[in-house]
């Protein structure tokens, strides 16, 4: 597999798949990897969506972000909005493949999807068999609800796609049940989700708590403190990790310098820029670089 670094990581929309139907924002497919027919699909891209592949038969190898995973069927591979992923097209996997955005979720599982580490910690879910065939209940029903012509079409797809999570995070979790899982995560259907998708959107000009507690009209303290009450983080810290992580994006995938991606990151200067890294990775960005691209090339 043949990694490719760009200047410019390109941003693929549900929009952009053959497979999709004009102006949705859910998509549902059953495919060979080989014959997917989607112009970028196995170059670096990022989604404005979030993406769930349950792979069905074979196995693939994929660089998600900057870690390389090769995948065995059966497993659930998701992706969430701006992860920077790699294709391998050489192998002869079948997937059943889903993209959907933010805003065709429901609100409950937007409180979920919203904190996607907290419920399924990697982007990697193997199952056993039983558990292969209890997510495909409904994603079966998604699939002929997608290809059917029936009104209220859009809300069945709504509802049977947040079942679906539901059981999946049920077993990327089994020690909490679902109702664990909504109720440490609904706090994030009010203030807290508009939060993250706030800092997942001007995290590169806007790095100051005040500045997002001005947009969400509320006081930095308050901000802070229900942030951090509901993941354990402050928002100072969620806006930080946003940064490194980006960061780390464009340090292993594009061909810019380390001054030129302090730069696209809107840092005063690549020193500070050294500094901020080197103060939350214990690593320089140049020794970062040097070593992630090291370990895969």
């Known amino acids: 597999m043949q990694l490719t670094k760009f200047n410019h990581i390109p941003l693929v929309s549900v929009q952009d798949s053959a497979y999709a139907e004009e102006g949705s ?3 549902i497919h059953l495919a060979n990897l080989r014959e997917i027919d989607w112009e970028g699909f196995d170059i670096p891209h990022r989604h404005d ?24 069927a059966p497993a659930i591979i998701m992706l969430e909005p701006e992860q920077i992923h790699q294709h391998d097209r050489s192998s002869d996997a079948e997937v ?35 558990q292969l065939q209890e997510v495909l209940s409904f994603a079966r029903i998604l699939l002929h609800e997608f290809r059917s012509d029936k009104p209220r ?6 509802h049977i796609l947040s079942a679906f999570i539901i059981a999946c995070g049920r077993i990327a979790r089994p020690e909490t049940g679902s109702t664990e899982i ?5 706090p994030f259907n009010g203030l807290g989700i508009q939060f993250k ?15 997002y507690a001005e947009m969400l009209h509320v006081t930095p303290g308050h901000l802070n403190d229900t942030v ?15 940064r490194i992580m980006e960061a ?25 820029f050294s500094r901020f890294f080197k103060k939350h990775t214990g690593q320089t960005p140049a020794l970062f670089q040097k070593t992630i691209r090291e370990k895969y090339n």
């Open 25 to 27: 924002q859910f998509l």
């Open 197 to 211: 998708i706030l800092v997942d959107e001007h995290f590169k000009e806007k790095v100051q708590v005040a500045e």
């Open 96 to 130: 059943l493949a889903m993209y959907f955005t933010r805003d065709f979720l429901v609100t409950e599982t937007l409180g979920v999807l919203s904190c996607w580490q907290c419920v399924f910690k990697d982007n990697i879910l193997h199952l056993e068999e039983n």
């Open 182 to 186: 909504y109720r440490s995560e609904a």
């Open 248 to 272: 780390k994006r464009l340090l292993f995938w594009q061909k810019h310098s380390v001054k030129q991606i302090a730069g696209e990151l809107n840092f005063d200067d690549d020193a500070y």
């Open 49 to 72: 969506g979030y993406t769930i592949d349950i792979l069905l038969k074979g196995s693939v190898t994929q660089y998600i972000d900057f870690e390389k995973h090769t995948i065995s």
């Open 153 to 158: 079409k859009e809300a069945v797809l709504r």
């Open 228 to 242: 951090k009450s509901t993941i354990g983080r402050s928002a100072k810290q969620i806006i930080d990790a946003k």
